[in-house]
């Protein structure tokens, strides 16, 4: 139901978009997340666009990265500007219709997700 893709090989300082392509979901309905994970690391907080379109960025990506959804085309876009070696992991988007804001960071609190996308950026 989740569709993750646009990962790839980067230069440190490049940028690269991510999509989530959702179907089976009431779309508008959702809190959408990026999440990422790291080889060794913990799953952690990127970005979340809420059903009203609020946005919430972990500290380490805001004013680089962007999350943004097109209502139309049912999918969520991860915006990823001035990328770092620190930024490679694997992303993965998620969804859930009924996530209140003080858990919109936790990935627990999602029920559906992709099947993850490869960022790596090279110094």
């Known amino acids: 139901q989740l569709q993750a893709s646009g990962g790839g090989l980067v230069q440190a300082g490049g940028s690269l978009r991510l999509s989530c392509a959702a179907s089976?979901?009431?779309?508008?309905?959702?809190?959408f997340g990026w999440f990422r994970q790291a080889p060794g690391k913990e799953r952690e907080f990127v970005a979340a666009?809420?059903?009203?379109?609020?946005?919430h960025y972990a500290d380490s990506v805001k004013g680089r990265f962007t999350i943004s959804r097109d209502i139309a085309k049912t999918t969520v876009y991860l915006q990823m500007n001035s990328l770092r070696p620190e930024d490679t992991a694997i992303y993965y988007c998620?969804?859930?219709?009924?996530?209140?804001?003080?858990?919109?960071?936790?990935?627990?609190?999602?029920?559906?997700w992709g099947q993850g996308t490869l960022v790596t950026v090279s110094s």
């Open positions: 666009i809420r059903y009203s379109g609020t946005t």
């Open positions: 998620a969804a859930d219709p009924s996530i209140i804001l003080s858990s919109l960071r936790m990935s627990r609190q999602y029920d559906y």
């Open positions: 089976g979901l009431s779309f508008s309905r959702q809190t």
